[in-house]
């Protein structure tokens, strides 16, 4: 087994991802994996080293990597169709529409390298709008898991759950969250990470550490924050936003476009049956060049900008 | 001209059966594509009723062969020939497009026992079927895969990229027929974004490539019923064949790619059909 990369205490999700695969291919026949000239980047050459016939490799096909990923599940298996999350999802939509979520087949697509782990390479390799156009898809259930635990989880429940999943998965180093002991992970269940009255920021991927960071400067000023871990954005926790809504202000947080992703989400739940302020943090749109961490300081996707969001939201508030 | 195929009586009269109940379809929904329907009628018949190791008492068989529909617009026949053969209740035909009938305008999977995939986008059949056809040969399972493209549909470079893949893998259990009518829904084929020379394409992407005539029942059944064991190549299947065949003032009119029937039009095809 490979070592796995840690940076300060941070480690990149992919490689649980393929050592969560292999475990679960060692006592499931059926599980076999699908990419697009993404072996290395989807960290599966060890699964392709152990299971070298159920590794289906396409090449640079994306409408070709989805349609066989629904004929493989048509032929029993359960496919984990791996690459990276802006070609995966745009390239190939209209697969993931008509012949995953509407024909409900049993296909785990995994969207590597989301959000803006390529950041230098600029909007074509962005991922920031998977949220919005799959979110629109029913029957397909999404995911951003937010660190080593949760994305171990998030792949066996994908297994072991019949129908269309979109597992969001960063390579951006993230740390271990500290969760109560016996923590379950339920798809469809937001995590309570820390409780709060004033206020309420919900987050899911890479965002969640830094969320749980801004609670604590913000505990320090006197403010009791909840941060709520959304990992599911489909099917979504919609008491989980209420109970939020029931501290006045929420400020969602994601690695994603402002427009129709986690934050969308909410705000459809809040304007619709509980509502209270809200803040919606991610990206404006096609952005510049960049480091992920640059992108993420320049557009306030930090501990510290979370922090002075919810000031914000939470002066505002006691203003009116 | 191919040898008499013990099965081609039969599947001569399901075919003329399932024209009479596609075109009854077009007539009642007001709507519909009957100039595929009818090219395409011939194909299915032989496969449903001469070559396909299907059950309609068990359609989920894990052993059966696979059929896709990629042209998917052509539901006329294909809910016929799921009618005809078992898999639905004849009188559901009736409810063909009308409002919240299970036969939507194009198949879907989760409503109607005997269709693999929801088709309707055209480029969509061949990557899934090669899908099967890749578990197949994962589980050293004998069961066929056979997916139906329209000739236009080739123009969708999903199919190119499915070619690529299957010719590169060697799927011999994977066969593809081109319904090669020369008409797509706005002019011929080779006006609009040329496919010849078709049969060198397809060899040039590591296919095996067999041409024949698509309303030929014998030479059709030979071909669907030839063992895929002495094969390492997937299938091409150009079946030349023609919009609207079986009606006079339909046949080779690119106008029915999809339309609706006066009832004097219905009477005089039916009259054809025999």
Known sequence: MSAETAICGRYDCRETFAKTLEALAETDERIVAVVNDSVGSSKLVGFQKRFPDRLINVGIAEQTMVGVGAGLANGGKTPFVSAAACFLTARALEQIKADVAYTKTNVKLCGMSSGVAYGELGPTHHSIEDFAWLRLLPNLTIIAPSDRWETAEAIKAAAATEGPFFLRLSRMPVPDLKRPAGATFRVGAAETLRDGRDAAIIANGVMVSRALEAAEQLAASGLNVRVVNMASIAPLDVEAIGAAAATGAIVTVEEHSVRGGLGGAVAEVIATSCPCRVRILGFPGFLPTGSPEFLLERFGLTATGIAAAVREIVGARKAA | ?274
């Not at chain 2, 070559?51 to 008492?57: E, G, T």
């Not at chain 2, 009188?91 to 009938?101: I, V």
Request: hydrophobic share 40%; with cysteine.
């Open chain 2, 1 to 274: 001209m191919s040898t008499s195929h013990p099965l081609a009586e039969l599947t001569r009269a399901k075919a003329r059966q399932i024209r009479r109940r596609a075109l009854g379809m077009v007539y009642r929904a007001k709507q519909g594509h009957p100039g595929g329907d009818m090219s395409v009628a011939d194909i299915l018949a032989t496969l449903y009723f001469g070559a396909l190791r299907v059950d309609p008492a068990n359609p989920n068989d894990p052993k059966r062969d696979r059929f896709i529909l990629s042209k998917g617009h052509c539901t006329g026949a294909l809910y016929a020939t799921l009618a005809e053969r078992g898999f639905i209740p004849i009188e559901s035909l009736d409810t063909y497009m009308q409002p919240l009938s299970l036969l939507n305008g194009h198949p879907n999977r989760n409503y109607t026992p005997g269709v693999e995939t929801n088709t309707g986008p055209l480029g969509h059949g061949v990557p899934v079927a090669i899908g099967v056809a890749i578990a197949g040969q994962i589980d050293r399972a004998d069961y066929r895969v056979f997916v139906v493209v329209g000739d236009g549909e080739l123009q969708e470079g999903s199919n190119w990229e499915a070619a690529l893949t299957a010719g590169h893998r060697g799927l011999a259990n994977l066969t593809l027929i081109i319904d090669r009518n020369g008409l797509q829904q706005g002019a011929r084929t080779e006006d609009t974004a040329k496919l010849e020379p078709l049969a060198d394409k397809w060899r040039a992407f590591g296919w095996d490539v067999v041409e024949v005539d698509g309303h030929d029942h014998d030479a059709l059944l030979a071909i669907f019923t030839a063992p895929a064991g002495g094969r390492s190549k997937p299938l091409c299947v150009i079946a030349h064949t023609h919009k609207g065949q079986g009606v006079s003032f339909m046949r080779d009119q690119v106008f029915w790619h999809h339309g609706a029937l006066s009832q004097s039009q219905y009477e005089l095809a039916l009259q054809e059909i025999g």
